[in-house]
Structures are given as C-alpha cells and as structure tokens.
C-alpha cells in the first residue's frame, strides 16, 4: 500500500478545479476505508455487521485507516486537511499542524474541549492536550477553534455536530462557511449553534 500510495497520491488540482479550494486553501482530506470480510460468526462477532436500509448489510464489515501518520506528514502550508471523527486525537493533530498545514476535523462529541474564549461567529477557542497531567499544567496545548452545529432536514443527524480547526481568525473562514464545506458531500444545511 505505502508503495502504490507513494507512486501515484499527489494533487492534481489546479486552480481551476471546482470543489478543490476554500478561500486561499487547497482542500485534501483524509478518510477511512470499509471492506466486506467473510460471512462468519468470529468476523460477525469482530467487526459487526452494519445496518442496511432494509435490515442488515450480507457481511460484516471492517472500517479501517492506513498510511494516516506518513499522509499528514506531507501536508504543506497553504492545505486545508478535512478529516472524520475517527482521526481526532493529540499525536495526530500535533502531526498535522506541526507542517504548517491547517486542519479541519470533525470530533466526537466527547472528547473535552473547553471554551476558553467564544468568537463572534458562535464559534469558540479550546486547547487539545496530550495528557491530563498536561491539561492540569496548561503545558503543550495545541489551540484550536471549535464549531458547534445541528443539520436541518435530516431525520437520523445527531443532534449536535463538532468541528475543530487550526484556522482561528473566523473573520478568514466563518463556522458557518466552514460546516457548509464540511457537509456539501451530503448535500445538508447546517446551522451553527451558540
């Protein structure tokens, strides 16, 4: 995989190229992957079997990520890096910013995020840290921005939606402009919360 993905993966974007930017960034992303796995109750029992629109999907399946470390080691300033749920925590996040790249990830509604100071758009600074210790000591804090939002017209959407990013001026990306970007795959409206 490492050598196929170092072969082939580069940006192919040009200015041009709709969907590819937001404001002065060039938008990349980093997702997981899904594989069918055979029908067996260990692999059932493992990985579980996902749900369908009409009951359950014939195989349990495995979610799974690679190559995330060696990937955001190559973000260059000037990206803007979305990411799911699944990628949010310190190391990565430190990786990420570390390249002078800007990040946009959705997080989990869990992890703790305080509001250290809210931003005219309803948006917020928080601080991410490698430990408690750390967060006890207010030591190697990463600084983000959080934004909090509801999806409009979608029956099954969690009630509250989590982003966070490294861009902390909301004058240079708004939250409402940055959840629209999040969520223009799914075609959903979102509506930032205060």
Same mark, same amino acid.
């Given at each position: 995989?490492?050598?196929?993905?170092?072969?082939?993966?580069?940006?192919?974007?040009?200015?041009? &190229?709709?969907?590819?930017?937001?404001?002065?960034?060039?938008?990349?992303?980093?997702?997981?992957?899904?594989?069918?796995? /055979?029908?067996?109750?260990?692999?059932?029992?493992?990985?579980?079997?996902?749900?369908?629109?009409?009951?359950? @999907?014939?195989?349990?399946?495995?979610?799974?990520?690679?190559? /995330?470390?060696?990937?955001?080691?190559? +973000?260059?300033?000037?990206?803007?890096?979305?990411?799911?749920?699944?990628?949010?925590?310190?190391?990565?996040? @430190?990786?990420? /910013?570390?390249?002078?790249?800007? +990040?946009?990830?959705?997080?989990?509604?869990?992890?703790?995020?305080?509001?250290? $100071?809210?931003?005219?758009?309803?948006?917020?600074?928080?601080?991410?840290?490698?430990?408690?210790?750390?967060?006890?000591?207010?030591?190697?804090?990463?600084?983000?921005?959080?934004?909090?939002?509801?999806?409009?017209?979608?029956?099954?959407?969690?009630?509250?939606?989590?982003?966070? &990013?490294?861009?902390?001026?909301?004058?240079? /990306?708004?939250?409402?402009?940055?959840?629209?970007?999040?969520?223009?795959?799914?075609?959903?409206?979102? $509506?930032? &919360?205060?």
């Amino acid at each position: 995989m490492r050598h196929l993905h170092d072969a082939v993966v580069r940006p192919l974007a040009t200015g041009g &190229t709709k969907s590819a930017w937001f404001a002065e960034w060039r938008i990349v992303s980093l997702d997981g992957s899904t594989l069918d796995v /055979a029908d067996e109750g260990g692999n059932e029992a493992a990985f579980g079997r996902p749900g369908a629109s009409r009951g359950e @999907r014939a195989f349990p399946q495995i979610h799974f990520v690679s190559l /995330a470390r060696s990937v955001l080691t190559r +973000l260059r300033p000037g990206m803007l890096c979305l990411a799911d749920r699944h990628f949010f925590g310190y190391d990565l996040c @430190r990786l990420a /910013a570390d390249t002078g790249a800007d +990040l946009f990830w959705r997080i989990r509604k869990n992890p703790r995020l305080e509001c250290d $100071r809210r931003l005219p758009d309803s948006s917020y600074l928080s601080r991410i840290y490698p430990s408690e210790r750390d967060r006890r000591h207010q030591a190697n804090a990463v600084v983000v921005r959080v934004i909090e939002y509801r999806l409009e017209g979608i029956a099954d959407a969690e009630p509250i939606h989590r982003l966070m &990013t490294t861009i902390l001026d909301p004058h240079r /990306a708004p939250a409402e402009r940055l959840a629209t970007l999040y969520h223009e795959r799914w075609k959903s409206r979102p $509506r930032v &919360t205060h």
